[in-house]
């Protein structure tokens, strides 16, 4: 199914949306320099270096921002362009890569964070339950979808709003909580509980797939954290979470610097 999320663009477009909406450039992505730092989620990975559009004054005041947030921000030049509507940040490539691969239906996000992947999956056709603890997460989240989500309406992407993702605000540590139909997909990125992971085999319905990612050992390591166990999966164990699923894909390997275990896991029909 085609997406209907904003296009990946290399360049940040610092200047007043107001500005930026007049005059847009083309391959980037505006973020007013008055608010890079609230919408840091909004930025490519911290291994990537991020390309500013050249316009002074603004481009020289975003380079300050970002080498204050340890980011390489080189100056490119503008080439104008009809509209902009583009993204910096990335969904987890691993879920776009499987999801790709299923029919779109009922998606649950667990510590769905600022919200990228369960964009990505709205924006894929699924309709999308994002949960997290956290309520200035799910701000962001609903945020982000606004922004990037185009829907068919033909409406400019700051006015867009559509129910497919219901962002709830919910405490995993007492397990999954019900739903009113049952769940295609289970997705989850930088999240571990056990006991949360455990359940699945047993509640989501035949064919149902979990699909995530987080955290080993060997990361921590590396990086010194997460500190917590709780937090970082043993090698080999995120398979054993999910006993009684089949195995589709699984691997753990290093990749843009982060070691961690990646499994998407089918229930039996």
Not at 27 to 35: N, R, T
């Amino acid at each position: 199914m085609r997406s209907h999320l904003c296009p990946r663009v290399r360049a940040l477009d610092p200047r007043p949306s107001e500005l930026a909406n007049l005059q847009p450039f083309a391959d980037s992505a505006c973020i007013p320099i008055s608010e890079i730092l609230s919408r840091t989620h909004e930025l490519p990975s911290s291994n990537h270096s991020i390309e500013v559009i050249e316009c002074p004054p603004w481009s020289e005041e975003a380079q300050t921002v970002l080498a204050g947030m340890g980011r390489q921000a080189p100056l490119v030049e503008g080439r104008p362009w009809r509209r902009t509507a583009g993204r910096l940040w990335s969904p987890s490539q691993f879920l776009e890569s499987c999801a790709a691969r299923m029919a779109p239906g009922r998606a649950v996000d667990l510590g769905c964070g600022s919200g990228r992947d369960a964009v990505l999956l709205a924006a894929s056709g699924w309709q999308v339950w994002g949960l997290d603890v956290l309520p200035e997460a799910l701000e962001r989240a609903a945020d982000l979808d606004a922004r990037y989500r185009q829907l068919d309406s033909g409406l400019d992407p700051a006015h867009r709003r559509s129910d497919s993702v219901r962002w709830v605000q919910c405490d995993l540590s007492g397990g999954l909580p019900a739903f009113e139909e049952p769940v295609d997909l289970v997705c989850f990125a930088r999240f571990l509980d056990r006991n949360l992971l455990r359940s699945l085999p047993q509640s989501l319905r035949a064919g149902a797939s979990v699909v995530g990612e987080t955290f080993t050992t060997l990361h921590r390591e590396r990086h010194g954290k997460p500190s917590s166990d709780r937090y970082v999966l043993e090698l080999g164990e995120l398979p054993q979470l999910l006993e009684g699923m089949d195995v589709v894909e699984f691997e753990e390997t290093w990749v843009d610097g982060r070691h961690t275990a990646r499994i998407w896991a089918r229930k039996p029909a």
